[in-house]
């Protein structure tokens, strides 16, 4: 390995969670060279925000791995996701602080810790980060429900030195509509879709954000089960056809699927990554 | 308790030959990844009639873990 940061958390995880280290093997083979640019780059800026961050991350990683893997055992078992309303899972996540930062900074690995993910936005706010990175002139507007959120994609940014670039505010995604349309060059939206009861307003939001011409980034998890997942997508074609009904052209698009599975598995948990374009 | 224990695992792991100590880890079984462990824990539940969290069973580093966290179950 050319970097030993990344050497020696990959070490770490072999020592101390032996269980996950198959699975962070397979992601470094399947593309050494990528792995280590994003690993690189995201366990310096979490270095960078606190004393003893990396340490808290990977238990967090590790618990919300094993959180995510029983919710597909029980998905599996029971042939629906475990929580039908956003107000359920409030009540039993997002309300809880604690919970909700660890279960982000869970989530802040799984970009390169799980070779299918495609996470690049708000929330933890890393890819968001990686994106000021790669465009030095843009700036960066983050809305999240989540005060977790707020604050660990500030911290994020602030450790990765693109603070002055980037603003995160708290707010409801489908409040956005408030908002002047056309202001966004482009939106990027990561694994939100499936945490909505009504999807569709979603992608409308987008539209109405974007400038004519401009992109969007979006993600979704399909037959995955979380407990904070509610919409169950089980094809496809069915972001396509939101996306088409909201006016914006699917440019391409990407579906993945983690190797292992759980055995006698029915669901092939997936992520789904488009790349969207607002007509001008 | 450790009898139980290695039927549960013989069965999982569709390994008639293993044996189970406390000190048995994934390190010392190469399918023993996040997956075939929740295998593992749901096959525990059923068996001893018993419900484990995902954070309870997450970071177990060895069969003695395993074995100590089901006694506080039952």
Same mark, same amino acid.
């Given at each position: 390995?050319?970097?030993?940061?990344?050497?020696?958390?990959?070490?770490?995880?072999?020592?101390?969670?032996?269980?996950?280290?198959?699975?962070?093997?397979?992601?470094?083979?399947?593309?050494?060279?990528?792995?280590?640019?994003?690993?690189?780059?995201?366990?310096?800026?979490?270095?960078?925000?606190? =004393?003893?961050?990396?340490?808290?991350?990977?238990?967090?990683?590790?618990?919300?791995?094993? @959180?995510? =893997?029983?919710?597909?055992?029980?998905?599996?078992?029971?042939?629906?996701?475990?929580?039908?309303?956003?107000?359920?899972?409030?009540?039993?996540?997002?309300?809880?602080?604690?919970?909700?930062?660890?279960?982000?900074?869970?989530?802040?690995?799984?970009?390169?810790?799980?070779?299918?993910?495609?996470?690049?936005?708000?929330?933890?706010?890393?890819?968001?980060?990686?994106?000021?990175?790669?465009?030095?002139?843009?700036?960066?507007?983050?809305?999240?429900?989540?005060?977790?959120?707020?604050?660990?994609?500030?911290?994020?940014?602030?450790?990765?030195?693109?603070? &002055?670039?980037?603003?995160?505010?708290?707010?409801?995604?489908?409040?956005?509509?408030?908002?002047?349309?056309?202001?966004?060059?482009?939106?990027?939206? @990561?694994?939100?879709?499936?945490?909505?009861?009504?999807?569709?307003?979603?992608?409308?939001?987008?539209?109405?954000?974007?400038?004519?011409?401009?992109?969007?980034?979006?993600?979704?998890?399909?037959?995955?089960?979380?407990?904070?997942?509610?919409?169950?997508?089980?094809?496809?074609?069915?972001?396509?056809?939101?996306?088409?009904?909201? &006016?914006?052209?699917?440019?391409?698009?990407? @579906?993945?699927?983690?190797?292992?599975?759980?055995?006698?598995?029915?669901?092939?948990?997936? @992520?789904?990554?488009?790349?969207?374009?607002?007509?001008? | +308790?450790?009898?139980?224990?290695?039927?549960?695992?013989?069965?999982?792991?569709?390994?008639?030959? +293993?044996?189970?100590?406390?000190?048995?880890?994934?390190?010392?079984?190469?399918?023993?990844?996040?997956? +075939?462990?929740?295998?593992? %824990?749901?096959? %525990?539940?059923?068996?001893?009639? %018993?419900?484990? *969290?995902?954070?309870?069973?997450?970071?177990?580093?060895?069969?003695?873990?395993?074995?100590?966290?089901?006694?506080?179950? *039952?």
């Amino acid at each position: 390995l050319s970097s030993p940061l990344v050497e020696g958390f990959i070490n770490t995880v072999s020592e101390q969670y032996p269980q996950y280290a198959i699975g962070v093997q397979e992601s470094y083979q399947k593309s050494p060279e990528r792995f280590t640019a994003i690993a690189s780059k995201y366990l310096t800026w979490l270095g960078a925000t606190q =004393n003893g961050a990396v340490d808290r991350a990977l238990k967090a990683y590790v618990d919300f791995t094993s @959180s995510v =893997n029983f919710s597909q055992a029980r998905y599996e078992h029971d042939g629906h996701y475990e929580n039908k309303s956003f107000t359920e899972v409030y009540e039993s996540h997002y309300s809880k602080r604690e919970e909700m930062d660890d279960y982000l900074w869970g989530v802040y690995l799984t970009n390169f810790l799980w070779s299918h993910h495609l996470d690049i936005a708000p929330g933890h706010g890393g890819w968001g980060v990686w994106a000021l990175e790669q465009k030095k002139n843009a700036t960066l507007t983050g809305y999240d429900i989540s005060p977790s959120s707020i604050a660990i994609a500030t911290e994020i940014a602030r450790a990765a030195k693109v603070d &002055d670039r980037s603003e995160y505010t708290e707010r409801d995604a489908l409040d956005l509509f408030s908002l002047d349309p056309e202001i966004a060059d482009a939106v990027i939206c @990561s694994f939100l879709i499936e945490h909505l009861e009504q999807p569709d307003k979603l992608l409308h939001v987008i539209n109405q954000l974007l400038k004519p011409g401009g992109t969007a980034f979006l993600t979704g998890a399909l037959t995955a089960a979380q407990v904070d997942h509610i919409y169950e997508f089980s094809k496809e074609s069915e972001l396509f056809i939101l996306a088409e009904d909201a &006016d914006l052209r699917v440019i391409e698009s990407l @579906s993945v699927n983690p190797e292992r599975l759980l055995a006698k598995a029915k669901f092939t948990p997936k @992520s789904m990554a488009l790349i969207l374009k607002k007509p001008t | +308790m450790i009898e139980s224990l290695t039927e549960i695992f013989q069965d999982v792991f569709e390994d008639d030959e +293993m044996d189970v100590t406390r000190e048995l880890s994934a390190q010392d079984v190469p399918a023993w990844d996040s997956l +075939m462990h929740v295998n593992l %824990i749901l096959a %525990i539940e059923r068996k001893f009639e %018993i419900r484990f *969290s995902s954070s309870e069973v997450s970071s177990l580093k060895n069969a003695g873990d395993l074995i100590d966290l089901i006694e506080t179950k *039952s």
